[in-house]
């Protein structure tokens, strides 16, 4: 089912979500001092082409560079983009088999707009992918 929802989410929004991340990963990327917002980006970017079956949990490591890097995010590109997921959800909220997707939009949101000290996981996972360093 989860591929089913991945390939109906591609067609309709996810291809034209994840262009508008990389847009914005290209854009951060040309200054040396954004690359780590450019990253990000891309990461949420992959996110967004293929959400079904996938997470995002808070990195347990995170400090105050990236509560500031979240806000210069906020206010530079973020809630272009969590615009971007409201107005693409409206219209597949309207059509009954839509509202799946437009659930993954609102999903999509968060992460959008606060994308460093998180990382996307496989939904079945029950912890972060990483280990803490020994």
């Not at 089912?1 to 591609?10: F, P, Q, S, T, Y």
């Not at 590109?77 to 088999?97: D, E, K, N």
Request: hydrophobic share 60%; proline share 7%; aromatic share 12%.
């Amino acid at each position: 089912m989860k591929a089913l929802l991945n390939v109906i989410w591609l067609v309709l929004s996810g291809f034209w979500l994840a262009i508008g991340y990389v847009v914005a990963g290209i854009l951060c990327c040309l200054l040396v001092v954004t690359i780590p917002w450019g990253i990000a980006s891309f990461r949420i970017a992959g996110y967004a082409l293929w959400p079904f079956g996938r997470t995002v949990v808070d990195k347990p490591r995170t400090g105050a560079w990236t509560v500031l890097g979240n806000v210069v995010w906020l206010v530079v590109a973020g809630w272009w983009l969590a615009l971007g997921h409201v107005l693409t959800a409206i219209p597949q909220f309207l059509s009954i088999i839509g509202i799946p997707l437009g659930i993954a939009n609102l999903k999509l949101i968060p992460i959008s707009l606060l994308p460093l000290g998180k990382e996307i996981v496989p939904s079945d996972a029950r912890f972060p992918t990483y280990r803490p360093a020994a």
